[in-house]
């Protein structure tokens, strides 16, 4: 099933300490297990910048990972701030051009959601670097299993409805802050009808509220077809478990809004992936599904989620 022989490791969110080579290092040899080479972003590390535009240079950077035909799929190792700065150096219409999967988290979901936007192009909400974390044997084997055998293993998180029964339509969202930095632009996905994908690692009660007043006044609740709330590691760590829908029904006041609730997509080591800017399908009854395409195309892929 593999078609896929080169992977692109970029940085497209805050550059690696140079301390990082060494993790570079092992998850690139943990790819070549799989049967996957690597190449490098020219912008990865702290050292890689000096006085140039850093924003146009890590944009310059996936851009040319994009145009390269060797290259197969992209994977983005970073996080923190700075994903948005990027987005008004980049040439959408590569993305477009030589469609890739581009595999990324937290502050990426800034990039992974103005891609779509903006070219229909999905991607994958997940973290390479958990490949080499402290739940790196089960994650390997999912990741393999998806990679070779089309499994399902990798995208199967487990949910349990809230409010509703039922939500359909494309998936976005991701990082709730990350997300909302795209509020106001261009490169805010396209909301009505779809199903709003919102995590979060740090923020307390007062924070996430706010994030999720913004969502309200932005109008997207009433819009969507659903919402589904990974993991709040600050906020469930301070107020518990089910702090994120409770918090989210007493903002929202909106029993008709479906709700779900995974404990495993998120910022944690044992995470699961799920596709922006693809077609979901999610049921109370446990019959779930989740359809694997580039939005452009016309064939579907279906991989059945248990």
Request: aromatic share 10%.
């Given at each position: ?9 970029v ?8 301390s ?31 006085c ?41 219409g ?11 988290y ?20 997940y ?12 994650q ?68 996430i ?72 399908s ?18 579907y ?6």
């Open positions: 099933m593999n078609q896929w022989k080169k992977a692109g490791i940085c497209c969110s805050d550059p690696l300490p140079d990082f080579v060494p993790q570079i290092e092992k998850l690139c040899q943990v790819f070549a297990s799989m049967g996957l080479s690597c190449v490098r972003s020219t912008a990865l590390f702290s050292s890689d910048f000096r140039e535009n850093s924003m146009k240079k890590k944009a310059d950077a996936l851009l040319q990972m994009m145009r390269d035909p060797s290259v197969s799929v992209i994977f983005d190792v970073s996080g923190g701030d700075l994903t948005n700065g990027i987005l008004p150096y980049l040439d959408f590569a993305f477009s051009a030589y469609p890739k999967l581009i595999f990324g937290s502050d990426v979901t800034a990039l992974l959601n103005a891609v779509y936007q903006m070219t229909g192009v999905p991607s994958v909400l973290s390479v670097k958990n490949l080499i974390g402290k739940d790196a044997d089960v390997i084997k999912r990741f393999s299993s998806f990679l070779h055998e089309a499994s399902n293993m990798l995208f199967s998180p487990e949910w349990s409805f809230v409010q509703g029964e039922k939500m359909t339509g494309v998936l976005i969202g991701g990082n709730i802050r990350c997300l909302l930095k795209l509020a106001g632009t261009p490169y805010f996905p396209a909301y009505e009808d779809a199903v709003l994908l919102l995590e979060s690692r740090s923020g307390d009660e007062n924070r509220r706010a994030y999720f007043d913004q969502l309200l006044c932005m109008g997207v609740f009433s819009k969507v077809s659903g919402v589904l709330l990974g993991t709040f590691t600050e906020l469930e760590r301070i107020c518990g478990k089910d702090a994120p829908q409770r918090l989210l029904r007493s903002v929202v006041r909106d029993s008709s809004l479906t709700i779900a609730k995974t404990q495993t997509v998120g910022h944690g080591s044992d995470s699961y992936a799920l596709p922006i800017g693809m077609f979901v999610l049921c109370a009854d446990g019959e779930k599904a989740v359809r694997l395409q580039f939005a452009h195309h016309s064939d892929d279906i991989i059945p989620l248990h």
